[in-house]
């Protein structure tokens, strides 16, 4: 949260500010407030029901750390969270690179229809992830499906997209079409308001496209890139939707097991064990926010190398 | 995957350098690339391949999605009957869903930028105890996944008599740490403090301030916060799947995808009718989303670039 808090600058608390505090306090009272009670008071109640377990006998027990112990040890969560660490490793990188590679491109003034390639690639992200899966899940599909339609007529094999091989790529195709528009806008903002000037000089320098791309555009996007990774840090960590749904279409391959959060759902609805989904809540929030972390000051590091 | 939302303020960062910047970036770059703008089309082909898709999926009966070719019309195109089965499918369920998502969405977005905006003006303008503290508290909350939050929110609401009420998906989606922070560094720039002395030596009281003077200069601030959590609302599957089991209290993303569930079930063969629902019903409920993108987008764009730029 460094980068964050430090951006905030901090002006200086004259007395005749102070005067009105009680005030200020009262603005943010209902914010706080709803904070309290709806973030606090579950992180909290989790973190509490975490260190209990529902006996047969004697009801709710006290036990300690034993649930996270069990949970460290559970080959069924230490997969779900694999699983979706490894996601996060490819499809992040390409993600990002594409919308990168986009934005540059909107950014360059040599495309024509600019306006009408922005809006498309962006509209994606106006689509909801559930109906978006849906949707793929069908174009995915080895019945009408029209790429499997397209093999048959070319007497091909069709392509496996829900097999167990395919299935961690098809969905990565997936949050692929539904988030390169939203971050390619945000890094795309972030072009635009590079001042002109400085482009100027390093024409007058004799710099080529290339050359400015590289010295002036990606240096000025850092911030923007940190902060599309750290979204797709907590992203790709609560992946669930996408599963979830294709679940119903390939049984065989996605079980409840498939991603962590998959996992904490199925813990807590399906099986009814309230204290151990409560302890893998917690530890999934735990590993988003130490990998968040370990972005932001590996990113400031960098900044102030 | 559930996306938090960058956003934030100054809609003048962005445009203020676009003017002249744009023009002479152009007059520089003046020739524009045909293979350039051929592989970008080719990119664009890609990301509306699906919606393409969708539209031409939903003029069809469950037998020609089988039976014709995906990306083309059928013999028999049925786009009206389609509408109609959609709506009138479990006594208009559908509709309800629909009126349901937009009441979710609206009164969370609402709320949800009001909150931060009351509170990112005190945090902005007024100095208190526990001031550092209490927004250093709601900062470090930015990280923590809606997901791991909503398992422990539904054990609480179920103790509450919450669960299976509007309530139960509103009142989460009501706060917004990542819109406080925007709010926050946006009221610093557009509210001048000049303004507020100025005022306050009329006799003006604090809350007046801000209902008459504050709120209005933090409008374009606020809008990209209302849409930005209009947006995870109204994609929210998680947490109303979870907290409401009466199909009708459902949210367009549940509805929809328990039809697709029922569609599977039966075999997902042709002779199940809920699968030209699934795909009519999907293509009708992003249209006004679609449209509201396009119409807001420069919004976006404006909003984006402080989030991104500012850090």
Same mark, same amino acid.
Do not use: C
């Given at each position: 949260m460094a980068t964050i808090t430090t951006a905030v600058a901090r002006p200086k608390a004259s007395p005749r500010r102070r005067r009105h505090g009680t005030a200020g306090a009262l603005f943010i009272a209902p914010f706080m407030v709803l904070f309290l009670l709806l973030f606090l008071a579950p992180l909290g109640y989790a973190a509490y029901l975490s260190l209990f377990q529902e006996k047969l006998i004697g009801g709710s027990t006290f036990v300690g750390l034993d649930n996270y112990v069990t949970a460290l040890k559970d080959p069924q969560l230490l997969k779900g969270i694999g699983r979706v660490a490894l996601f996060f490793v490819i499809q992040v990188p390409v993600m990002l690179l594409l919308a990168l590679c986009f934005a540059l491109a909107l950014d360059s003034g040599l495309l024509r229809l600019a306006r009408v390639i922005r809006l498309g690639i962006f509209v994606p992200y106006a689509v909801p992830s559930v109906i978006a899966t849906l949707m793929w899940g069908y174009l995915y599909g080895p019945d009408f499906g029209p790429f499997a339609q397209i093999s048959h007529d070319l007497h091909l094999p069709a392509p496996h997209f829900l097999s167990g091989s395919?299935?961690?790529?098809?969905?990565?195709?997936?949050?692929?079409?539904?988030?390169?528009?939203?971050?390619?806008?945000?890094?795309?903002?972030?072009?635009? #308001?590079?001042?002109?000037?400085?482009?100027?000089?390093?024409?007058?320098?004799?710099?080529?496209?290339?050359r400015i791309a590289w010295s002036i555009k990606l240096p000025a996007l850092r911030p923007a890139l940190t902060l599309t990774l750290l979204f797709s840090v907590i992203g790709s960590f609560q992946l669930f939707n996408e599963p979830s749904l294709l679940m119903k279409v390939a049984p065989d391959v996605i079980d409840s097991s498939y991603t962590a959060n998959l996992y904490a759902y199925s813990v807590a609805f399906i099986s009814q064990q309230t204290n151990y989904a409560a302890t893998v809540s917690f530890i999934l929030g735990l590993v988003i926010v130490i990998v968040s972390y370990a972005f932001l000051l590996t990113a400031n590091r960098r900044r102030t190398a | 995957m559930t996306t938090v939302t960058p956003t934030a303020s100054t809609a003048g960062t962005a445009k203020r350098v676009e003017p002249e910047s744009r023009a002479l970036r152009r007059s520089s770059a003046h020739r524009r690339s045909t293979p350039l703008t051929i592989v970008m089309l080719a990119v664009l082909a890609y990301f509306l391949l699906p919606l393409f898709w969708l539209l031409i999926a939903s003029t069809k009966s469950t037998q020609d999605l089988f039976n014709s070719f995906g990306l083309w019309f059928s013999h028999a195109p049925q786009l009206l009957s389609n509408i109609k089965?959609?709506?009138?499918?479990? *006594?208009? $369920?559908?509709?309800?869903?629909?009126?349901?998502?937009?009441?979710?969405?609206?009164?969370?977005?609402?709320?949800?930028?009001?909150?931060?905006?009351?509170?990112?003006?005190?945090?902005?303008?007024?100095?208190?105890?526990?001031?550092?503290? =209490?927004?250093?508290?709601?900062?470090?909350?930015?990280?923590?996944? #809606?997901?791991?939050?909503?398992?422990?929110?539904?054990?609480?609401?179920?103790?509450?008599?919450?669960?299976?009420?509007?309530?139960?998906?509103?009142?989460?989606?009501?706060?917004?740490?990542?819109?406080?922070?925007?709010?926050?560094?946006?009221?610093?720039?557009?509210?001048?403090?000049?303004?507020?002395? =100025?005022?306050?030596?009329?006799?003006?009281?604090?809350?007046?301030?801000?209902?008459?003077?504050?709120?209005?200069?933090?409008?374009?601030?606020?809008?990209? $916060?209302?849409?930005? #959590?209009?947006?995870?609302?109204?994609?929210?599957?998680?947490?109303?799947?979870?907290?409401?089991?009466?199909?009708?209290?459902?949210?367009? #993303?549940?509805?929809?995808?328990?039809?697709?569930?029922?569609?599977?079930?039966?075999?997902?063969?042709?002779?199940? *009718?809920?699968?030209?629902? $699934?795909?009519?019903?999907?293509?009708?409920?992003i249209i006004p989303l679609v449209i509201a993108f396009l119409l807001l987008q420069r919004y976006w764009q404006s909003g984006l670039a402080t989030g991104g730029v500012k850090q």
């Open positions: 395919w299935m961690l790529g098809s969905l990565a195709n997936i949050v692929t079409w539904e988030f390169v528009g939203y971050n390619m806008i945000i890094l795309y903002a972030a072009l635009r #308001t590079i001042p002109a000037e400085l482009y100027e000089a390093a024409a007058m320098d004799g710099a080529g496209a290339w | 089965a959609t709506f009138t499918q479990d *006594d208009g $369920v559908y509709g309800r869903w629909l009126l349901n998502t937009v009441l979710y969405a609206g009164v969370s977005a609402l709320g949800a930028a009001l909150l931060a905006a009351a509170a990112g003006y005190g945090f902005a303008k007024y100095r208190f105890r526990g001031h550092g503290a =209490a927004f250093n508290l709601v900062l470090g909350a930015i990280m923590i996944p #809606t997901t791991a939050l909503a398992i422990p929110t539904y054990l609480l609401f179920a103790k509450a008599g919450l669960v299976n009420t509007p309530w139960a998906v509103i009142l989460p989606s009501l706060i917004s740490p990542f819109g406080l922070y925007l709010m926050r560094i946006y009221a610093e720039d557009a509210v001048p403090d000049s303004l507020i002395e =100025a005022a306050r030596m009329d006799g003006a009281g604090e809350l007046r301030i801000f209902t008459t003077i504050a709120l209005r200069l933090l409008a374009p601030g606020l809008v990209t $916060v209302v849409l930005f #959590t209009l947006v995870a609302t109204w994609n929210n599957y998680f947490l109303p799947l979870i907290m409401l089991n009466d199909p009708n209290l459902y949210p367009i #993303t549940v509805g929809l995808s328990s039809w697709a569930a029922q569609a599977q079930n039966g075999g997902a063969g042709a002779s199940s *009718d809920m699968l030209a629902l $699934v795909v009519t019903g999907s293509m009708i409920s």
